[in-house]
């Protein structure tokens, strides 16, 4: 059984042409299934928990990077979690901006997002973990005044620029290397009078008294932070298109 769950930003005018002709190519292809809108929960934990129960096969976020990661918290937080990993996959299809989630696993659109539902190649992935907030892509915080602990040293960097701890690359036109199949971080420093400088951990605390970590370019998160990685946490339905092997 396939659930799809809509975020709530679905609701604007603007996405209603979208939906429909996205409902009517899922019924084309036999795709259809349970509609589940944000909108209209409280409980969003309790929702897909009741879902996994009742036996979903597929948890569908439709939606954008936000969407993904309210889910993505909702699923691992469940006393089935167990259940979903072995049992359950998660599909995407993304609508609107801030989808770089999506575009890591290939996928483009909500069409062609239709296609790679119905030909459903798995991919396990590790899964970043900031205390109790999860991560797909990367969390991201500037450079200037940053403490990053890595085991039994720390690294303070006093000029400006980015600190990425990465899970899963969101673009394949860059030089930086990443895998989510690993059970490791890949921590990327660069400012403007360095070139980048790269750690592999995993686990890693970060704190900055004048900026805040941002998971997944959506939630922002207070520091210091513990920042981890779980291994081959989540099933997801990819295209072929996907940024790692």
Request: hydrophobic content about 35%; charged content about 30%; overall charge neutral.
């Amino acid at each position: 059984m396939h659930v799809y769950i809509y975020d709530d930003y679905l609701n604007k005018g603007k996405y209603h042409k979208i939906i429909n002709r996205l409902e009517i190519r899922l019924t084309d292809l036999g795709l259809n299934g349970k509609i589940i809108r944000l909108s209209g929960i409280k409980n969003i934990k309790g929702s897909i928990q009741n879902e996994i129960k009742l036996g979903a096969k597929t948890i569908i976020a439709v939606g954008n990077n936000q969407t993904v990661n309210k889910i993505i918290g909702a699923i691992i937080d469940t006393d089935l979690y167990g259940d979903f990993q072995k049992h359950t996959l998660l599909g995407i299809i993304p609508i609107g901006d801030d989808n770089s989630i999506a575009t890591s696993f290939g996928i483009k659109n909500e069409m062609e997002a239709c296609n790679i539902l119905l030909a459903r190649r798995i991919e396990k992935i590790d899964l970043g973990l900031v205390g109790s907030h999860y991560f797909l892509n990367q969390a991201s915080i500037q450079s200037r005044g940053t403490n990053v602990e890595i085991a039994d040293y720390s690294i303070t960097v006093a000029e400006k620029g980015e600190i990425k701890i990465i899970n899963l690359l969101s673009d394949k036109d860059t030089d930086i290397k990443s895998s989510p199949h690993d059970g490791r971080l890949d921590l990327y420093i660069k400012t403007r009078k360095k070139d980048i400088s790269r750690l592999t951990t995993d686990r890693l605390k970060i704190s900055n008294p004048d900026d805040k970590l941002i998971i997944d370019g959506v939630m922002e998160i207070e520091t210091p932070a513990e920042i981890g990685i779980m291994r081959d946490r989540v099933n997801i339905i990819v295209g072929k298109e996907r940024i790692f092997e």
